[in-house]
Nanobody, 122 residues
Framework: QLQLVESGGGLVQPGESLRLTCEGS????????VGWLRRPPGKEREAVSC????????YYADSVKGRFTISRDSAKGTVYLQMNDLKPEDTGVYYC???????????????WGQGTQVTVSS
């Protein structure tokens, strides 16, 4: 069974950091583009960061540039999202998703994790 599992969410104060982990099960995550998408409370889901499978091209939403870093550990079959200097507007459910091509369009992601809650609040 093909699965993606996210971990690392939690409740933090503004300015703190979290690292989200996405693990693939039943397939080689290295062969897929991976995206981190989030759904803020009451808002539409949006792409936060994406990583290509071929040339390690990356995408970052303007709101997270300079604060978030996406990376891949091929040996472990995992993709990370390092989130620094977190802000209350970063609050939401974060999903890891895999696609056959590098994209920011959520409909092109065919395999999704269950999501992990990130809450930034003082």
């Amino acid at each position: 069974q093909l699965q993606l599992v996210e971990s690392g969410g939690g409740l933090v104060q503004p300015g703190e950091s979290l690292r989200l982990t996405c693990e693939g099960s039943g397939f080689t995550l290295d062969h897929y583009a991976v995206g981190w998408l989030r759904r803020p409370p009451g808002k539409e889901r949006e792409a936060v960061s994406c990583l290509s499978s071929s040339d390690d091209s990356t995408y970052y939403a303007d709101s997270v540039k300079g604060r978030f870093t996406i990376s891949r550990d091929s040996a472990k079959g995992t993709v990370y999202l390092q989130m620094n200097d977190l802000k209350p507007e970063d609050t939401g459910v974060y999903y890891c998703a895999a696609a056959s091509t590098f994209t920011t369009a959520s409909w092109m992601y065919k395999l999704w994790g269950q999501g992990t809650q990130v809450t930034v609040s003082s």
